[in-house]
């Protein structure tokens, strides 16, 4: 699989998260992104959210967090909403 294959699964994954229409189809892509490119953190932060907001998977989702924030220290979303997380699960 082509880095290009990740970028097209992330971007389905944002528009059906944005349409509100389907959100396990969401997350299957963001999920097959993730696995095609296991750096791109946006998607490992896309994924987080939607696990911590949607599904309340909130031991997934710290994960996923985590994962976004050492790919990317500078990503002030995943910093911001993994900071929420923690501070909700206490």
Do not use: W
Not at 4 to 30: S, T
Not at 57 to 62: D, G, K, Q, R, S
Not at 77 to 82: D, E, G, L, M, W
Request: aromatic share 12%; charged share 20%.
């Amino acid at each position: 699989m082509f880095v290009a294959d990740a970028d097209a699964h992330y971007n389905f994954g944002l528009m059906l998260m944005q349409i509100h229409d389907d959100d396990q189809g969401a997350e299957m892509m963001y999920r097959h992104c993730v696995k095609v490119n296991p750096r791109h953190a946006s998607a490992f932060y896309n994924l987080a959210n939607l696990l911590y907001i949607i599904r309340g998977n909130f031991l997934e989702a710290e994960i996923m967090y985590r994962r976004a924030i050492d790919l990317d220290n500078a990503h002030l979303a995943a910093i911001c909403n993994y900071g929420t997380l923690l501070k909700v699960s206490l």
